[in-house]
Nanobody, 125 residues
Framework: QVQLAESGGGLVRPGGSLRLSCAAS????????MGWYRQAPGKQRELVAD???????NYVDAVKGRFAISRDNSMNTVFLQMNSLKPEDTAVYYC???????????????????WGQGTQVTVSS
């Protein structure tokens, strides 16, 4: 059974820091691109940061220079270090795993993706 277990959320003051963790089980973790998404009340879910199976990273402009995504394949875990937090960072943060599989020559690529249950991050004075 595939499971993405997020942790590390909580209440923090503006300017503070949090580190989110997502521990994956039931997948060949090193083969997956991993990402962090967030969804604030009344807004669409958006990509915050992702990291490919090869270690390439990407960030939404709003968090560049403040957040850092990393992965430890030996721990089957992806992290999101969040610094200089702002009230607008308040959201539920979701872990995402994504890969394209090639089960056979003729059947074409098959996408596998999974979502965690989310962890609440609240930035408030």
């Amino acid at each position: 059974q595939v499971q993405l277990a997020e942790s590390g959320g909580g209440l923090v003051r503006p300017g503070g820091s949090l580190r989110l963790s997502c521990a994956a089980s039931g997948i060949r973790f090193s083969r997956y691109d991993m990402g962090w998404y967030r969804q604030a009340p009344g807004k669409q879910r958006e990509l915050v940061a992702d990291i490919t199976s090869g270690g390439l990273t990407n960030y939404v402009d709003a968090v560049k220079g403040r957040f850092a995504i990393s992965r430890d394949n030996s721990m089957n875990t992806v992290f999101l270090q969040m610094n200089s937090l702002k009230p607008e960072d308040t959201a539920v943060y979701y872990c995402h795993a994504d890969r394209i599989a090639y089960p056979c020559i003729e059947c074409g690529p098959i996408r596998n993706e999974y979502w965690g249950q989310g962890t609440q991050v609240t930035v408030s004075s």
